[in-house]
Each structure stands twice: as C-alpha cells, then as structure tokens.
C-alpha cells in the first residue's frame, strides 16, 4: 500500500482510553542492552549544529521504472518495490519492502554498503513464521529496534505484528500478534519499542494507538491508550516513544504527545507543512518525515525546521532545499549525526548528514 496524503487536519480529543492490565511484563530485556546504548551515543549528536542536510541517495533507484527486487548486491545496485519502513541496529539499516513482501539488511563492509537478503521470499507472501527465506510476510510497513537489538514490524495487510531477530542465518521471524476474528489491532502501520520492551502500535483503521506487553504466562496483552471516537478526533498514523516512554503520534499536520499509560493527551507541534508520515525521537527532538519535507521538531518550543526538501515532489540529492524527496515515508537515527529516510515513491534510501550539534 503507498501511504499517500489524506484530508484535512484532525482536531485534538476530549479524552483518551486507558485500559489497565494486571501482570504485565515487557517484551524484551529492561536492562540497558548494547542497542540501547548505541541509541544514547546518536541522540548526543541531534540536535545538528548546521540544520542544513546533505543528501544522498545510498540504496534503491528513482522511480517506478528502476523498481523491483534485488539484493546480495553493492547497495547502489540495490533494488526495492516501497520501502515503507527503516529502522538502525548495530550498525545495520533495516528495510521493509511493502510489495515484495521481504526485510533487507544494509551494512558496510570492506567493500562498502552492501545490501543483503534479511527476512522473506519476494516470491510469496503470507503470514509464516521461519528463519530468512522460510518467512512469510504480507504489506510489512513499519520497523522500530527493540532493546535487545530484535526488530518490531507491523504489516497493514497482513494484520499482524511481528519480531525479527538477526542471526547469521538472517532474520528470525516469530510472531507477537497474529490475525484474529475480533483483533484489538485490525490496521497496525506504525510502530514503536519502548526501553521497558513495551511495543507501541498505531491502528489506522481501527484509528487507535494500542501498547503491546507480556503477560506472566508469554501472552501479548494489548492495552488500547488512546481511541479516536468522532469524526473530528486525530487519526494516528506515525509514532514514537522518548526515553521515559511518552508516546508521540502523528496526525496527518499535527504531532500529539501523551503518556504511555495514555493519559495527558496533548498538543506536541502543529501546522506542519506537510503531512507526517513518520518519526524518529532524540534529545528532546523529533525527525520528522514528511512527504516531500524532512523536519526537526524542538518538543521545547514545539517550532520545527525544515532539514531537507523545497516541497516539491522529485529525486534529487542535494543540499537542504535542492533536495527533493516524493513520498519521505519512514525515518530514523543512524550512527552520531546521521538520518536515514525511505523515499517511498521513489523507491530508495536516503542518508542524511550534517555538520555537528547546534
């Protein structure tokens, strides 16, 4: 599914749902992990000093006519059908490829980036759990790291939420939360990973965000913290977590902010000019990807900048506002100092680089 631009802007609602659960326990380790501390040294490094990004396209081609499926290969000669959804990892970028069905895993090597077969066969699809190859997967979306450094990934048309766990063999694929008659989670498309483990879902038909833990037998217990219940209320499309597990969601132009037990709900930034597609969190600040923009938002003074993108549609690396993106669908930290963003449309991934911290 391309996430295209949808209506006007939902306003704020009245209250949000809380739904406690007793026994619940994380999904992944509490304790602080590698990836955790790999996330502390990026978020050092935002807010940039220059706000200006350079871009430059690292993997993937332009346009429909250089889509397709082709991996095992230099990153530059790689190729994807939507990549909808980015996440980093010990030095590793995570793509999903919502029409392919597959995860590939992008790394650098003593050749350069290379791009390699992760998760799932581009030849089927479907709902099976499996070692690499061997798994099946329907419109995976979205990708977040979990502490542990496993992988959290949302398929829209496969009405399920997944974990990826990396090994030499590829990516583990298990299943959190499958399909079901009566799902709490009907349309997952964004997700989110808590330190406490905690895997946060935005349900764009079910227009809900829903927070995913364990019970103390293994089982997902999945606790709704916010509804939209009126045709005026946000609908959540994107979000994110901070370090003490606020969650933020975006709203098509407008960005809410509320606790993780879903309380407090509020207004974190408004009036973007571009439809959020997704967010990345650090340091007080969120990355914002948004359509043919990519923005910084100061969560302080709730003001935003624009790092890249004139709001034009196209392809084009460059710097600040010569770049152009078509659809900038998903985002993320990289190492210090670094973005990545997925470049929907144009079917290829962008990184992003600046001076230092401001």
Not at 140 to 165: C, F, I, N, W
Not at 200 to 209: A, F, P, Q
Request: aromatic share 8%; glycine share 10%; charged share 20%.
């Amino acid at each position: 599914m391309v996430r295209v631009q949808s209506g006007p802007v939902l306003a704020l609602m009245a209250a949000s749902l809380l739904l406690a659960s007793c026994g619940q326990t994380p999904l992944g380790r509490a304790a602080a992990s590698a990836s955790g501390a790999a996330q502390a040294q990026r978020a050092k490094s935002w807010p940039p000093a220059n706000p200006t990004a350079t871009v430059e396209t690292i993997s993937g081609g332009h346009d429909e006519s250089s889509a397709g499926f082709v991996v095992n290969v230099p990153a530059a000669e790689a190729r994807y059908r939507l990549p909808n959804g980015i996440t980093f990892a010990d030095h590793t970028l995570y793509v999903s490829h919502a029409r392919n069905n597959v995860i590939t895993a992008i790394s650098r090597e003593a050749r350069g980036l290379f791009a390699r077969e992760f998760a799932g066969d581009p030849m089927a699809s479907g709902d099976q759990d499996g070692v690499g190859r061997d798994a099946r997967f329907t419109d995976p979306q979205d990708l977040a790291t979990m502490p542990d450094g496993s992988l959290a990934l949302v398929e829209y048309h496969g009405h399920s939420v997944r974990a990826l766990k990396p090994t030499a063999a590829g990516g583990v694929a298990t299943t959190v939360v499958p399909p079901s008659d009566e799902p709490v989670i009907l349309g997952p498309y964004g997700v989110a990973a808590g330190k406490s483990g905690a895997i946060y879902v935005s349900d764009l038909d079910k227009k809900r965000v829903v927070k995913i833990t364990r019970g103390r037998r293994g089982e997902p217990i999945q606790t709704v913290l916010y509804q939209a219940e009126y045709e005026d209320d946000p609908v959540p499309l994107c979000l994110t977590v901070d370090d003490q597990e606020n969650v933020y969601f975006g709203s098509y132009y407008t960005i809410y902010k509320m606790t993780s037990t879903g309380a407090d709900l509020q207004v974190a930034s408004e009036k973007l000019p571009k439809l959020a597609w997704d967010l990345a969190y650090a340091n007080g600040h969120l990355a914002v990807a948004a359509c043919t923009y990519v923005l910084d938002v100061d969560l302080a003074t709730k003001k935003f900048v624009k790092l890249a993108g004139d709001g034009n549609q196209g392809g084009q690396d460059g710097v600040g506002a010569q770049a152009r993106f078509t659809n900038a669908a998903s985002i993320c930290f990289g190492e210090p100092g670094e973005l990545f963003v997925a470049d929907s449309a144009n079917h290829r991934i962008c990184r992003l680089t600046f001076g230092g911290r401001r």
